[in-house]
């Protein structure tokens, strides 16, 4: 029998809850977790490096394996490139004085995001930021992550890991992200899973409309996601990691219209065998069939009267998730 991936979750999942990083750790502690990704730090004291030594003292008390890092590092515009190269060196000391292995960034938050140009010079870009801090990265023992978000296509993203190097760059594989880019999860794994340093779980309802394909992130194993592949795939293709449930839920069903030309202007060189596998797990999807509050809309604050059912939600969300990787999956050390 192989052995039980060790488990945590991802505390963005839990924002509406604004528990301060303790709060975090102690709840992942209660439910018997082996890690914990402090994610989008909500804490006052997120950026203060005597808060850094006490999260990580917190940590290790609790038996946790911590990991963690910044956000959005692509530099808009040319002479930008500096204030890149700054934020990503103030995450990796704040990554080090935490204990954590890797420091998580992200590109963009989606292909739209990106200033105008080829993909291939965004990729460039992306490698000259990397080198810039390569020493200093190396030097702290530690490794970038860059999330698999809904800018880059998987082999896009494995181009950019093997131009800027391996030996100190690699991804933060998210299974939530790749069908943004019209992608099956497990094509994302096959193609990036050797780069693979963290992986996080989230599930997608993937379905067939009139104006293309709907994509809407929900509760894991609820979705069109077979997550016991995924484990699979996972243990066949990545290297060891801890695994992370993530469910971002609450967000409406997004609409890729793929029979509009304009959407594939940014895709050029799109994969016609990746394209049609995302269409098959589409064909067998259906939509969301269980009660969801939906709040977070983009460019909306959340209202009050919604904040109490969102937390309760995000809870909720979230221990059904890990229930379900724990039963299903068989994923946790502790939990055995």
């Known amino acids: 029998m192989a052995s039980r991936i060790p488990m945590g979750l991802n505390t963005y999942c839990l924002r509406a809850l604004r528990w301060n990083d303790a709060r975090l750790l102690d709840y992942c502690g209660q439910l018997k977790l082996d890690a914990v990704f402090l994610q989008d730090s909500l804490d006052p004291k997120a950026m203060d490096p005597a808060h850094w030594r006490e999260v990580r003292e917190h940590a290790a008390r609790l038996g946790l394996h911590l990991e963690t890092g910044g956000g959005g590092v692509f530099p808009k515009t040319p002479d930008a490139i500096q204030a890149s190269v700054d934020g990503i060196l103030k995450n990796v000391a704040r990554a080090k004085a935490m204990g954590s292995p890797i420091v998580r960034c992200v590109i963009a938050s989606d292909r739209a995001s990106l200033p105008p140009g080829p993909i291939e010079q965004h990729i460039a870009t992306m490698v000259r930021l990397l080198k810039a801090v390569r020493s200093q990265v190396m030097d702290a023992g530690l490794k970038i992550a860059i999330e698999i978000h809904k800018d880059l296509q998987a082999w896009e993203h494995r181009a950019l890991i093997e131009e800027a190097g391996p030996e100190f760059v690699g991804t933060y594989l998210d299974t939530g992200n790749p069908v943004f880019v019209m992608e099956d999860p497990l094509t994302t794994i096959e193609v990036l899973g050797r780069y693979a340093l963290t992986v996080h779980l989230r599930d997608s309802v993937v379905y067939e409309v009139p104006r293309g394909i709907a994509v809407q992130w929900v509760p894991l194993g609820e979705g069109s996601i077979d997550f016991r592949q995924v484990i699979a ?80 939600q995000q809870r909720e969300h979230m221990e059904r998730s890990i229930a379900y990787a724990r039963k299903v999956l068989d994923l946790g050390v502790k939990s055995a």
């Not at 990746?274 to 069939?289: I, S």
Request: charged fraction near 25%; glycine fraction near 4%; aromatic fraction near 12%.
């Open 233 to 312: 795939k996972v243990r066949e293709h990545c290297p060891p990691v801890y695994v992370y449930i993530k469910p971002i839920t609450g967000r409406p069903p997004q609409i890729l219209p793929l029979y509009d030309a304009e959407h594939w202007k940014p895709f050029p060189k799109a994969r016609a065998a990746d394209l049609a596998r995302f269409l098959a797990l589409a064909k067998r999807g259906q939509p969301y069939g269980k009660n969801m509050v939906v709040e977070d809309l983009q460019g909306r604050a959340t209202p009050p009267y919604f904040l109490e059912a969102i937390q309760h």
